[in-house]
């Protein structure tokens, strides 16, 4: 219970530092509030154009894919506000060798390196998730059961939890690779194709989304489970998926710092 105590005073601890660190440049915690909006609207632009040729895409409607982007951009704000800039500045550290510091610090060095760092400029982003969710099933006019909701939020926090760990991994190569700054890439080029639903990928595309790199439970599925289209069975999966990601992620990072040669040798 101590340490657990520890770790939550820690966390009230950066979530000041960083109230305090937003507080500082408004004008820039503005600017990406905008940032923000723009890029959503560009791309429900997108979709807007696409669907106007069409009624559905692989048998997801306007209004269907609308929820579906919802998911996803839930998802992402959660890992931008929450993990996504502290973890970015891993190669940054590696490189400088201050990486040091927070190995010699007596708290885990995995909590401290993705939880230091709150963006609260994506607060904005979570709360236009959550109202564009509602007009989504507004225009369906679908208003899903308790136990819908309850699988559909168990979905996403394995979606969080599978994303963050795989993005960890990317940032954990920085070990090896040092100036990588870049390797964000490969994390957006994974949510880049859990945008898309996996149903207009082919059969062996689809099986791979699911089973092999879980894309499909970035938003596809727990979309589905919202709207009554999946089955309680693939929470299950979703959550082996989710332990399976942040174990091989927590072993990546213990191995890899071995390999870890500090600024002082």
């Given at each position: 219970m101590k340490r657990l105590s520890f770790y939550l005073q820690l966390y009230k601890a950066f979530l000041r530092t960083s109230v305090v660190?937003?507080?500082?440049?408004?004008?820039?915690?503005?600017?990406?509030?905008?940032?923000?909006?723009?890029w959503l609207g560009f791309f429900l632009l997108t979709l807007k154009i696409i669907y106007a040729h069409t009624d559905s895409i692989a048998g997801w409607s306007e209004s269907e894919a609308l929820m579906l982007a919802a998911t996803l951009y839930f998802i992402d704000a959660v890992i931008a506000t929450?993990?996504?800039?502290?973890?970015?500045?891993?190669?940054?550290?590696?490189?400088?060798?201050t990486l040091d510091f927070v190995l010699f610090k007596p708290v885990d060095s995995q909590f401290w390196l993705s939880l230091r760092r709150i963006n609260l400029d994506q607060l904005g982003s979570l709360?236009?998730?959550?109202?564009?969710?509602?007009?989504?099933?507004?225009?369906?006019?679908?208003?899903?059961?308790?136990?819908?909701?309850?699988?559909y939020l168990g979905m996403v926090a394995t979606g969080v939890l599978?994303?963050?760990?795989?993005?960890?991994?990317?940032?954990?190569?920085?070990?090896?690779?040092?100036?990588?700054?870049?390797?964000?890439?490969?994390?957006?080029?994974?949510a880049q194709i859990g945008r898309f639903p996996t149903d207009v990928f082919?059969?062996?595309?689809?099986?791979?989304?699911?089973?092999?790199?879980?894309?499909?439970?970035?938003?596809?599925?727990p979309t589905q489970a919202l709207l009554g289209k999946a089955s309680a069975g693939f929470l299950w999966f979703a959550v082996g998926w989710a332990v399976a990601f942040f174990v091989v992620g927590r072993l990546f990072w213990r191995f890899a710092l071995r390999s870890y040669t500090s600024a002082s040798s």
């Open positions: 660190r937003e507080m500082e440049f408004r004008a820039n915690f503005w600017a990406k509030m905008m940032y923000n909006a723009i929450f993990f996504y800039f502290g973890l970015s500045e891993l190669p940054t550290l590696v490189r400088q060798g709360v236009v998730a959550v109202l564009l969710g509602g007009y989504a099933l507004f225009r369906l006019e679908y208003v899903p059961s308790l136990s819908q909701v309850a699988l599978i994303f963050y760990s795989f993005h960890f991994m990317m940032m954990t190569l920085s070990i090896w690779l040092v100036r990588v700054e870049n390797l964000w890439v490969l994390s957006e080029v994974f082919d059969a062996v595309l689809r099986r791979v989304f699911t089973y092999v790199l879980p894309v499909a439970f970035l938003a596809t599925i």
